[in-house]
T-cell receptor, first 111, second 113 residues
Framework: GEDVEQSLFLSVREGDSSVINCTYT??????LYWYKQEPGAGLQLLTY?????DMKQDQRLTVLLNKKDKHLSLRIADTQTGDSAIYFC???????????FGSGTRLQVQP | DTAVSQTPKYLVTQMGNDKSIKCEQN?????MYWYKQDSKKFLKIMFS???????INETVPNRFSPKSPDKAHLNLHINSLELGDSAVYFC????????????FGPGTRLLVL
């Protein structure tokens, strides 16, 4: 995605925390999302955050949003091998329903 | 009880053929989408329909034509297939209530030979 950027790869050990980062450029972003894609599978919605929030926690997942820096992160606590997948951040913007996706971060969890 | 379904899951065809991909959602959503994921995993919007009306039409060749017979269905017809059309095509849907959380189908893997 040309307006949403992510690092391409992250490797962690099982049990550690993973932090996947995303930056976006459009200040009209309304909602920001994290999707998970396992090999050969579709896109699974993990969580989302509204642009006027700073943080959202959902079980092992913590989303942090720094609106000033246009930076979004996803922290996965106690990462498991089943968390190995590609993680996409995406946003929606005022007046535009479609999602703009980042390029995806491939998370590899080593036993 | 599948929320967003697509058929077929896999599609292998020759260059120049015409093919269709079907999508159905049983979530009662108003808006449906087609996204294309290329070999590098980049995902881009192609089309969006709201209540059977085309609302997003990105820069996509005219060979691609979406059709929405009703709110629950959005099909994608592709004429004169080219090698570069090989990709995974995802259908998605959302409710038109401001929070545009989109739910995706499993994808259709198209390979053009």
């Amino acid at each position: 995605g040309e307006d949403v950027e992510q690092s391409l790869f992250l490797s962690v050990r099982e049990g550690d925390s993973s932090v996947i980062n995303c930056t976006y450029t459009d200040s009209s972003s309304t909602y920001l999302y994290w999707y998970k894609q396992e090999p050969g599978a579709g896109l699974q919605l993990l969580t989302y955050i509204f642009s006027n929030m700073d943080m959202k926690q959902d079980q092992r997942l913590t989303v942090l949003l720094n609106k000033k820096d246009k930076h979004l992160s996803l922290r996965i606590a106690d990462t498991q091998t089943g968390d190995s997948a590609i993680y996409f951040c995406a946003d929606t913007r005022a007046g535009r329903r479609a999602l703009t996706f980042g390029s995806g971060t491939r998370l590899q969890v080593q036993p | 009880d599948t929320a967003v379904s697509q058929t077929p899951k896999y599609l292998v065809t020759q260059m120049g053929n015409d093919k269709s991909i079907k999508c159905e959602q049983n979530l009662g959503h108003d808006t449906m989408y087609w996204y294309k994921q290329d070999s590098k995993k980049f995902l881009k919007i192609m089309f969006s329909y709201n209540n059977k009306e085309l609302i997003i039409n990105e820069t996509v060749p005219n060979r691609f034509s979406p059709k929405s017979p009703d709110k629950a269905h959005l099909n994608l017809h592709i004429n004169s297939l080219e090698l570069g059309d090989s990709a995974v095509y995802f259908c998605a849907s959302s409710q038109d209530r401001g929070r545009e959380t989109q739910y995706f189908g499993p994808g259709t893997r198209l390979l053009v030979l």
